[in-house]
């Protein structure tokens, strides 16, 4: 009898042996998402000042150009609207830049890229008074945009003018 069992246990040893491991095995499974949100961003930076430097009026009418820049990045495929307000001492159709005694220069602000605002046409603004708005699409590149400036002037008393302008950017 215990012959018998031996056979039978060491059968039973070697058929386990022998069927393949899912039989002895076990599976379970779950699923899980993987995930990204990738925001809309945009920044806007100056890169240069518009600076008119150092003039000397001639006595007669005598126009002065100057260009600056703003620098744009945005999340890929993006449209954005860049919108200049009127200073501090003027409006978006009449900027002032003012000196230390309060003696103020006119000038004028357009985009010099793109010809989203003109060359030389509408002035770049808020879009009021028949300003124009920059508006352009990023694609997750630097772009520069060209601000060029205009004044005219035939005398003006010596001394440092200036204006502080905000650039806003809408996307």
Known sequence: ???????????????G???PASAWS???????QVRLEVGNVCTLTKTADVDFGTVIPTGSA?????????TVRCTLHTPYTITLDGGQNGTVTDRKMRNSAGQII?????????????SWGAQWGNGSSGTC????????SEQTIAIAGKTTLST????????????TITY
């Open 133 to 140: 708005v920059f508006s352009s699409t990023n694609y997750a």
């Open 1 to 15: 009898m215990i012959r018998i069992f031996r056979a039978w246990l060491c059968a039973v040893v070697l058929l």
């Open 17 to 19: 042996a022998c069927l």
């Open 106 to 118: 006119g000038y004028s602000l357009y985009s010099g890229t793109f010809g989203q605002c003109g």
């Open 156 to 167: 003006a008393s010596g001394g440092a003018y200036s204006d502080t302008v905000t650039a």
């Open 62 to 70: 005598t126009t002065y150009d100057a260009s600056g820049s703003l």
């Open 26 to 32: 076990a599976e379970a499974r779950t699923t899980f």
